[in-house]
């Protein structure tokens, strides 16, 4: 078959989703592999996370940085789309695999659908706040095959128009190595970050960009209620969302605490260990959505970032507002650990995704996107 097949990675966030399917593509003698690492990824600030890339051992690799500390989002998907367009005017894949609601990911989507080259999106049709719900959507429109985590994106996807036929449930890919025998000991992820404590919780908390104006004001309510609510905390960076540097601002007050253990980024397999044997996670990450439930551990789901995603009894909504997140620091112990949720996937995403790409039928898909009617005119 020798089809080439590009996969562009922006953050530790579609990393730790594309990495088992890079993989297998990267093994596989059917397929020629490259990656285009850009975004974050490319940033000392955000732990310089290109490292991750490289250590995996793909055979090609081609690093873009695609923005400077603090540059507008907008300008960020520009710069992208020039970059990646001249590395494909090279590389000339014949498809390009995208994933998710982030800037890079639309400016994949963007470069493949204008160059007449397929694009794959993994986990379209899902919901979420700021403006990472109008990227996802509008990723989905510009690709031509859709991976999904679950049949309720599917019917998402169909519902914006997108064909049937084009639509392939397989799981959300990271589920297959949370539930895979590769995750580290807790005691080496604890060696490994020096983390002193064996009770904690989790903090990952994003910027939202369209209440940019109330960020710096947010996260000084979070951050209040994790020094009085008495607990230990392993805390994560944001991503470099505008709005961003407000949260980091107010972690500077956490900095000092030996409760607080905080890193710009944790490796994705020493991630799920801590996330495992974690007391809850709080914020507002795709992590406690997704991921807490597989594990059956509770969430603090702060504000807007994740509305409408998912609803499970693990996962506890509050606003923004300092008693509503301290009185949750309180009752998320008194709860048990539930039985684990499969709502997006099995574990089994990577040997669905291959299967599709080795049979063959969607190298034929036409460049040609059609509207889908769900009713007839
Ligand atoms: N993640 C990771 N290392 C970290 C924090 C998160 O590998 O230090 C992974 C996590 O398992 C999840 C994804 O990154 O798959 C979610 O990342 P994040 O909260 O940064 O972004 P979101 O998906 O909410 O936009």
Redesign the pocket.
Known sequence: MNKKILFLTG???D???LKSLIRAVDDSPLFECSIFATGMHTLSRY?NTVEEVYKEGYKNIHTFMNQIHGEPMDLVLANTIGGLSRFIHEDKPDLIVVH???IEALAGAIVGSLNNILVAHIEGGELSGTI?ESIRHSVSKLSHLHFVANKQAAARLEQLGEKTENIYVIGSP?IDIMLSDKLPSLSDAQKRYNIHFESFGIV?Y?PVTTEIEHMREYASQLVRALIDSGHNYVV?Y??NDMGSNDILAEYKKLEKIPRFRI?P????EY??TL?KNAQFII?????GI??APVFGLSTINIGT??QNRFFHSSIYHVSNDYSEIIQATKNVLNTVRREPCFSFGLGNSTALFMKVLEEGAIWQTSKQKHFQELLPR
């Open positions: 953050t530790r966030a990393f730790g989703k732990g998710g609601d982030r990472d990271d990952l994003h994560i944001p991503n890193f980024s944790v490796r994705f991630f799920l996330l914020g507002n990450s795709s992590a997704h991921e970032r994740q």
